[in-house]
């Protein structure tokens, strides 16, 4: 599975932001699809997951109310709405394909190569 992640940018505190991730490869319905975000010298961390059929979500507490995550079957592809932005939320944002709804880093096989979010205070 391939993975195409687009749609980071700069903005300013308080704005918003669609990213989407394209998968080709596979089967999409078939993986769970996830979110991740890492800025420099830390640790890539969980963001949001979405399951298959899209009715099962979860979401870190940190940006719980926030951001939504959903999929398109259809188009192969996932989906992160970041709104709210805050400085904090600034990092390379990777989306991930996996079989689980899992938080950690080695339950997604399938990796995208990252749009960088920008928020300025």
């Known amino acids: 599975v391939q993975l195409q992640a687009s749609g980071g940018g700069l903005v300013q505190a308080g704005d918003y932001l669609r990213l989407s991730c394209a998968a080709s490869?596979?089967?999409?319905?078939?993986?769970?699809m996830g979110w991740f975000r890492q800025t420099p010298g830390k640790e890539r961390e969980f963001v949001a997951a979405?399951?298959?059929?899209?009715?099962?979500?979860y979401y870190a507490d940190s940006v719980k109310g926030r951001f939504t995550i959903s999929r398109d079957n259809a188009k192969n592809t996932v989906y992160l709405q970041v709104n709210s932005l805050k400085p904090e939320d600034t990092a390379v944002y990777y989306c991930?394909?996996?079989?689980?709804?899992?938080?950690?880093?080695?339950?997604?096989?399938?990796w995208g190569q990252g749009t960088l979010v920008t928020v300025s205070s």
């Open positions: 979405i399951g298959g059929t899209g009715r099962t979500t």
């Open positions: 490869g596979g089967t999409f319905s078939s993986y769970v």
């Open positions: 991930a394909a996996g079989w689980s709804i899992a938080t950690r880093i080695g339950s997604y096989a399938y």
